[in-house]
């Protein structure tokens, strides 16, 4: 559906965001109002389709309708993230459930900043997660694990890239 900024229009750091305007429906004409209650109290990822590595991590605080029935106002308080919105652009908003709310299994996101073939992880989750990887533009990439212990592992890649790793 549609979102805009509470502020309006143009370039915006996603840190300088604290409130969204969003449709009451989706684009495929569901309305989302039980969806957005339901996220009230918790977080929400928004992240620009087209760059995995530009992303806000929002608490979602209260939401509330617009004299225009068509849309409501949600508040959210930035927890992290970079990049932010741009004006033209397409992006995804989900709910982000941390793993320690749901159980006690550990998780660990590495960023990969300068192309790199070879990734040496070291993320302290004392064993041997699985792995996930995104290049820069959000496409999903297959390298060879080696588990050097419980703390580090060692990715290879066939070509060298940017991007992120995320071990559960």
């Known amino acids: 559906g549609t979102m805009a900024l509470e502020a ?7 840190s300088n965001v604290t409130a969204l305007t969003l449709s009451v429906t989706d684009k495929g004409s569901q309305n989302t109002t039980a969806f957005v209650n339901y996220l009230v109290g918790s977080d929400i990822i928004i992240n620009k ?6 992303f806000g991590h929002f608490k979602v605080t209260s939401y509330s309708s617009l004299i225009d029935p068509g849309f409501y106002t949600i508040n959210v308080s930035f927890i992290g993230g970079q990049g932010g919105f741009e004006d033209e652009e397409f992006y995804d908003v989900d709910n982000f459930l941390l793993a320690s ?9 590495y960023t990969q900043s300068s192309a ?5 992880i070291t993320h302290n989750l004392g064993k ?3 792995v996930s990887v995104a290049d820069s533009a959000g496409t999903l990439v297959v ?3 080696d588990y050097v212990d419980d703390n580090n592992l060692i990715i290879t890649f066939i070509s060298a890239f940017a991007g992120v790793a995320y071990l559960n």
């Open 128 to 130: 041997n997660p699985s």
């Open 116 to 120: 790199s073939a070879v990734w040496n």
């Open 143 to 145: 390298g060879e694990v």
């Open 49 to 54: 389709q087209k760059d995995l590595l530009q």
């Open 8 to 14: 309006g229009g143009g370039d915006t750091p996603f």
């Open 101 to 109: 709310s749901i159980t006690s299994d550990l998780h660990f996101t």
